[in-house]
């Protein structure tokens, strides 16, 4: 069990002074990581004995082990903040700070990603009639994507990525159908205008992208995801692949609520793939 969860742990709330110092450790766990025990102590109300007794409660070797132990621990649960790419950057380092761009995009997702926001759009896309995914710019490969992996389910699915066809397929959508609009920042007005229009049929209007956008407000239902990326100057690779991601859990997370009896139609789809591939020697 990690530290932090070992604080949140009801029985690690042995007396009083122990309940105070948890709670102040958990509500600025970075502060307590550059307090001496004095100050901590001072700031909790509590002695410095008391503080070291509770550290050694939790089977460390006193405060100071306790402050290592935490930071250690915040450090892995922060993303790490990505460098940017200099001209004279040599090849070894490129690959490091384009590794470190996506792990720290991916995490910071994670860290913020909504699990109930995640399960309703499941239930929405599980009861839709049809699907449909719009993307336009760097959006529009994620659409595609999605409409690939999303072929394997019964629920006809298709990917619109020219804004057109996206304002002409909102004429036929229902209340039973779902739209799903990507867009990282949310910005895109032709995307904003197609979702506006889709609001009119009452279909369910499945929004991934930036959380208080444009497009976000329009849509029914949101997965968010925060547009810390500067999408002004570069083609934003670090959010493309951050939303292919969620839209491997939206797929995973349907296939498993289909239930066992999915397995043989995913195997049957498989197998009519198996011709097309050339077999090894």
């Known amino acids: 069990m990690s530290l932090m ?17 948890i709670d102040f450790v958990l509500a600025e766990p970075q502060a307590v990581v550059s307090m001496s025990i004095a100050t901590l102590a001072a700031s909790v109300g509590v ?18 082990d306790f402050k290592l132990t935490l930071n250690a621990e915040l450090a892995r649960a922060e993303p790490r903040i990505a460098r940017d790419i200099e001209p004279d950057d040599s090849t070894s380092q490129i690959i490091a700070k384009v590794f470190e761009a996506n792990h720290a995009s991916l995490t910071r997702v994670l860290n913020r990603l909504d699990s109930q926001a995640v399960e309703q759009a499941v239930s929405a896309l599980d009861k839709a009639r049809s699907i449909i995914f719009c993307g336009l710019g760097a959006s529009a ?8 992996k999303f072929l394997r389910f019964f629920t006809p699915v298709v990917a619109h990525t020219e804004m057109i066809s996206q304002r002409m397929i909102t004429a036929s959508l ?7 609009c990507i867009s990282y920042t949310g910005r895109t007005r032709a995307l904003t205008e197609v979702a506006e229009l889709a609001a009119d049929t009452g279909a369910t209007i499945l929004g991934i992208t930036a959380p208080n956008s444009p497009l976000a407000t329009v849509c029914t239902q949101l997965l968010a995801i925060e547009a810390d990326e500067d999408t002004d100057l570069y083609t934003p690779m670090t959010s493309r692949i951050a939303q292919l991601t969620l839209i491997d859990i939206l797929a995973t997370s349907l296939a498993l609520r289909k ?14 793939l198996t011709n097309t591939r050339q077999q090894l020697d």
């Open 174 to 180: 229902t209340p039973e159908d779902c739209l799903v």
């Open 5 to 21: 969860a070992d604080l949140q742990n009801h029985e690690a709330r042995r007396s009083k002074s122990a309940r105070k110092l």
């Open 259 to 272: 239930g066992d009896g999915f397995d043989a139609h995913l195997l049957a789809v498989k197998q009519r």
């Open 47 to 64: 002695s410095e004995p008391t503080v070291n007794r509770f550290c050694k409660g939790l089977g460390l070797k006193g405060f100071p």
């Open 141 to 148: 490969p994620v659409a595609i994507d999605a409409q690939h």
